[in-house]
T-cell receptor, first 126, second 107 residues
């Protein structure tokens, strides 16, 4: 079955760079039409999509955070890595990675985040 | 970004009640709308995609409707395990955006 697991530091200092790793199993990050994305959730707040990488290395970023984010994948380890520069206290959140599947219905095709990791809480504090 | 706005932000209901949550997009997104359920301390789970298609394994008391800019998630008979936060998300644009969430609480 498809599972994803996030790993990385639990605490980072302001201005530091955060690096998070999503280890995927049950699917290959190079399988056609597959995507893996990152979504975050500050405590008590809503979900915010950050970035996504497709099987063919096509990358997508949230416009508001694009300058601070980089998403890459390591096919040999079946992992997806997110880096976020210049961390601030407002970046304190649970960070989730998620599998983006492609579904066909009627005459259309639809992308959804259908499998999620458990999430990892990252606190930005000096 | 395409904004999606949910209402209400929270509601109180009893077991057995019919509950409807709405989601409005800032422009037409056709039927590229997903719904997720999130329980405390857990990751979101996909309930509905393409506005009205139930994800495999999701109980039939959940249903989705709408197209264009106005959408709804309905729970026909609220069960104890349905108390959670529900999010809509547009997938029309590849800058995916979520609504602010609707918390369904026990009355």
């Amino acid at each position: 079955q498809i599972t994803l697991k996030e790993s990385g530091p639990t605490v980072v200092k302001p201005t530091q760079t955060l690096t998070l790793t999503c280890t995927c199993s049950g699917f290959s990050v190079t399988t056609s039409e597959v995507g893996v994305g990152w979504i975050r959730q500050p405590p008590g707040k809503a979900l915010e999509w950050l970035a996504l990488i497709y099987w063919d290395d096509d990358e997508r970023y949230s416009p508001s955070l694009k300058s601070r984010l980089t998403i890459t994948k390591d096919s040999s380890k079946n992992q997806v890595v997110l880096t976020m520069t210049n961390m601030d206290s407002v970046d304190t959140a649970t960070y989730f990675c998620a599998h983006m599947g492609l579904y066909y219905f009627g005459s259309g095709s639809y992308r959804t985040f259908d499998y999620w990791g458990q999430g990892t809480l990252v606190t930005v504090s000096s | 970004d395409i904004q999606v706005t949910q209402s209400p932000s929270s509601l109180s209901a009893s077991v057995g009640d019919r509950v409807t949550i709405t989601c409005r997009a800032g422009q037409s997104i056709r039927n590229y709308l997903n719904w997720y359920q999130q329980k405390p301390g857990k990751a979101p789970q996909l309930l509905i995609y393409a506005a009205s298609t139930l994800q495999s394994g999701v109980p039939s008391r959940f249903s989705g409707s709408g197209s264009g800019t106005d959408f709804a998630l309905t729970i026909s008979s609220l069960q104890p395990e349905d108390f959670a936060i529900y999010y809509c998300q547009q997938s029309y644009s590849t800058s995916w955006t979520f609504g602010q969430g609707t918390k369904v609480e026990i009355k």
